[in-house]
T-cell receptor, first 112, second 113 residues
Framework: KNQVEQSPQSLIILEGKNCTLQ??????????LRWYKQDTGRGPVSLTI?????NTKSNGRYTATLDADTKQSSLHITASQLSDSASYIC???????????FGQGTTLQVKP | SQTIHQWPATLVQPVGSPLSLECTVE??????LYWYRQAAGRGLQLLFY??????ISSEVPQNLSASRPQDRQFILSSKKLLLSDSGFYLC???FGFGDTEAFFGQGTRLTVV
């Protein structure tokens, strides 16, 4: 069964600190992977997309990495801000169905 | 450009009452459509997805049903709501294949009392 697993489930860090969120997937064949940010009570918004040939990509203070061999991706947030408090969701397109498979997300709380 | 509309934003319904949530997409043809539910403090749970008119796949057994009467219209329904149906419901669309980007509606906060 195609799955996307994220860790940790939740995370609390102090403002200004860095953190790394993990995403492991078993979806195959793999096309691409996205990280989303979801603020409370809102729909998720895309942060970055990783394709099969890409190893790392940055979007401001967010840096995503991808290891297609081990089927692992990470999202690194540097110099965290209070506004980074949200759920971060990893999503992979299903093998041949076109269905998007979402991880359960990591809830990040940044404290002052 | 494409837009997605989902309504209502909030809904309070008594147990046993029916439900109908509607989602429409503009600016694209033959999108994949999704209904997700998110319980408080939990991740997104895929309820239904559709790759075309009248084609609905159910991910989990539940008290809900979905229909796609038109290409860009997706409806989530229930004949009799349960307390456990409370949650945050999100409609989303994506292109059929290729990019994994999904575009979400603003969500419906459903409270069953």
């Amino acid at each position: 069964k195609n799955q996307v697993e994220q860790s940790p489930q939740s995370l609390i860090i102090l403002e200004g600190k860095n953190c790394t969120l993990q995403c492991n997937y078993t979806v195959s064949p793999f096309s691409n992977l996205r990280w989303y940010k979801q603020d409370t009570g809102r729909g998720p918004v895309s942060l970055t997309i990783m394709t099969f040939s890409e190893n790392t990509k940055s979007n401001g203070r967010y840096t995503a990495t991808l290891d297609a061999d081990t089927k692992q991706s990470s999202l690194h947030i540097t110099a965290s801000q209070l506004s980074d408090s949200a759920s971060y969701i990893c999503v992979v397109r299903g093998s041949n169905t076109g269905k998007l498979i979402f991880g359960q997300g990591t809830t990040l709380q940044v404290k002052p | 450009s494409q837009t997605i509309h989902q309504w209502p934003a909030t809904l309070v319904q008594p147990v046993g009452s029916p439900l109908s949530l509607e989602c429409t997409v503009e600016g694209t043809s033959n999108p994949n459509l999704y209904w997700y539910r998110q319980a408080a403090g939990r991740g997104l749970q895929l309820l239904f997805y559709s790759v075309g008119i009248g084609q609905i796949s159910s991910e989990v057994p539940q008290n809900l049903s979905a229909s796609r009467p038109q290409d860009r219209q997706f409806i989530l329904s229930s004949k009799k709501l349960l307390l456990s149906d409370s949650g945050f419901y999100l409609c989303a669309w994506s292109f059929g294949f290729g990019d994994t980007e999904a575009f979400f509606g603003q969500g419906t906060r459903l409270t069953v009392v």
